[in-house]
């Protein structure tokens, strides 16, 4: 099967970085992605991460260890607009099919 | 560039009815997957379709079903409804890359 873990709440303060990370276990990993979410909207995709490393996009940057199991999103010159919950989802095999699996999301609260 | 749209956005049911949900993909985009979001199981995958062929499939019982239709727009039903199947119904399309758009979601409340 799959699992993800990653922090239930976290809490950062405007113009901070904070680092979220994600650990998982999976069987034939396609690709990691990370998802914002604020409430009572649907996701909107930050990064996928398919190779060991750091991709990074403007504010965010997104790492990965294959061998780890493990990933991290950075958010840097945080924004109270942050505060949002962010999911890491893992693609994997099963049953014969790509499968991406969810974590239970971040909620990262920005304060002043 | 109009972004993944889905109807309806709110829908309310009874145990043992059916629904179908639509969601028509961003102009170009050849996959469409759904998903089930609830407080209690989070995001969940329900399939992927991509060129009206079922390309991946999550564990889900049978009587979720889907179909893409020949212009990419996809449609989704839930035969038999139970209480348990009220969750936010989510679809999203994705083009060449694996950057996901996700529509707003249809609401569907099962009483």
């Known amino acids: 099967g799959q699992n993800i873990d990653q922090p239930t709440e976290m809490t950062a303060t405007e113009g901070a970085i904070v680092q979220i990370n994600c650990t998982y276990q999976?069987?034939?990993?396609?690709?990691l992605f990370w998802y914002q979410q604020h409430a009572g909207e649907a996701p909107t995709f930050l990064s996928y991460n398919v190779l060991d490393g750091l991709e990074e996009k403007g504010r965010f940057s997104s790492f990965l260890s294959r061998s780890k199991g493990y990933s991290y999103l950075l958010l840097k010159e945080l924004q109270m607009k942050d505060s949002a919950s962010y999911l890491c989802?893992?693609?994997?095999?099963?049953?014969?099919?790509?499968?991406?699996?969810f974590g239970r999301g971040t909620s990262l609260i920005v304060h002043p | 560039k109009a972004g993944v749209t889905q109807t309806p956005r709110y829908l309310i049911k009874t145990r043992g009815q059916q629904v179908t949900l639509s969601c028509s993909p961003i102009s170009g985009h050849r996959s469409v997957s759904w998903y089930q979001q609830t407080p209690g199981q989070g995001l969940q995958f329900l399939f992927e379709?991509?060129?009206?062929?079922?390309?991946n499939k999550g564990n889900f019982p049978g009587r979720f079903s889907g179909r893409q239709f020949s212009n990419s727009r996809s449609e989704m039903n839930v035969s038999t409804l139970e209480l348990g199947d009220s969750a936010l119904y989510l679809c999203?399309?994705?083009?060449?890359?694996?950057?996901?758009?996700f529509g707003p979601g249809t609401r569907l409340t099962v009483l």
């Open positions: 989802a893992v693609r994997g095999t099963s049953g014969g099919s790509y499968i991406p699996t």
């Open positions: 999203a399309s994705r083009g060449i890359d694996n950057e996901q758009f």
């Open positions: 999976t069987s034939g990993f396609n690709g």
């Open positions: 379709y991509f060129s009206e062929t079922q390309r």
